[in-house]
């Protein structure tokens, strides 16, 4: 679920929290929000019936490690989105910890394995694990090193930038818990849903420029989202041209500039919640250098999604693809 942010704790707290919303700015206030929080508050839907694990299983780690699963009785994923995959694989029963990204609707009661963005490894090996799922950005690397070293097999996948990506870490997952045909299924049902959202975008319009803004106002951190910010690819799917890459930036994210949001010229921003309020709300982004220049900031269409959503590349990226695409096409003709 991650940008390319520039440091591994930024990254990470970009997963923090779960309460989507859709902003319709047109003279309202935050605390005057519209849209259904779905995507947020939605509980992972899971297999109607609970497969049986087929152990041992070997898989090869995005670390380029040969790791064996004996036992899956005890799974602890140390990032939401591997949460929300085994949830909907129906072995939700057996997860015994979190991290602080996997707040979905039945997950608080979980304990909480990390400390502040990072893993601590006392608190995973307290939760007794049979297997640990981790991605390349977990870390401290010598927490998940500790992990090992106490004979838990940890599996890591790469941190996921793309719709694309969601299916192969299902199956890597589903693989590494002995339970590959109900990871065929899931991924099935993703792509279904995912297809049916981009069937629905509203036909005969134009496709809106909307330019992600990664914006950490306490920490003087404003970026523009370029190609492989995670978010260009949501918002691609959702019918919308993401407009730092129409204005030709090559990496994820550019320090922000006047100039280059009026070159931009989106006619939608979008934010993540987090980023929202971290700028003092909607009139604190609204009186950012250079977004009263943009339709988007003459007509204030911004629409802001919950981090954990917007680019988690996960389980619920169907709920979030309806949710951005209803935001910046202002319509309700999408399925839910």
């Not at 949460?83 to 990204?101: F, H, M, N, P, Y």
């Not at 995973?124 to 010598?142: H, I, K």
């Not at 941190?159 to 991924?187: H, N």
């Not at 995912?194 to 909307?210: F, M, Q, T, Y």
Request: some cysteine.
């Amino acid at each position: 679920m991650t940008p390319k942010v520039p440091t591994r704790v930024a990254r990470r707290g970009l997963a923090a929290g779960l309460a989507a919303v859709v902003l319709a700015l047109a003279g309202c206030g935050h605390d005057g929000a519209t849209g259904a929080p779905e995507a947020a508050t939605a509980p992972v839907s899971s297999l109607a019936e609970a497969p049986v694990p087929q152990l041992p299983a070997i898989v090869t780690s995005a670390d380029g490690a040969s790791v064996t699963v004996t036992d899956a009785s005890r799974i602890l994923p140390l990032w939401g989105n591997l949460a929300e995959i085994v949830v909907a694989l129906g072995l939700g029963d057996a997860l015994v910890g979190r991290d602080e990204s996997a707040t979905f609707a039945g997950a608080d009661g979980l304990p909480v394995v990390t400390d502040g963005h990072d893993v601590s490894a006392e608190a995973v090996l307290s939760l007794q694990p049979t297997v640990v799922l981790a991605q390349t950005d977990t870390g401290p690397p010598e927490a998940l090193d500790q992990v090992r070293a106490a004979g838990v097999p940890v599996v890591v996948l790469d941190a996921p930038t793309s719709l694309g990506d969601i299916g192969p870490r299902t199956r890597t997952v589903a693989a590494a818990l002995g339970v590959p045909e109900a990871g065929e299924r899931v991924v099935a049902d993703l792509e279904d849903r995912i297809a049916a959202v981009a069937e629905s975008v509203p036909e005969g319009r134009d496709r809106p420029r909307v330019a992600f803004l990664y914006v950490r106002g306490s920490a003087g951190v404003y970026l523009l989202g370029g190609p492989g910010s995670g978010a260009d690819a949501m918002i691609e799917a959702a019918g919308g041209d993401d407009a730092g890459t129409e204005i030709g930036l090559s990496r994820p994210f550019t320090p922000l500039t006047s100039e280059a949001l009026v070159e931009a010229a989106p006619d939608v921003v979008l934010v993540t919640r987090s980023g929202l309020d971290s700028v003092g709300g909607i009139d604190g982004l609204a009186a950012l250098p250079g977004i009263a220049q943009t339709p988007a900031g003459t007509d204030r269409r911004i629409v802001a999604l919950d981090d954990g959503v917007l680019y988690s590349f996960g389980t619920r990226t169907p709920l979030a693809l309806a949710e951005l695409s209803r935001g910046i096409h202002d319509t309700d003709e999408v399925p839910r």
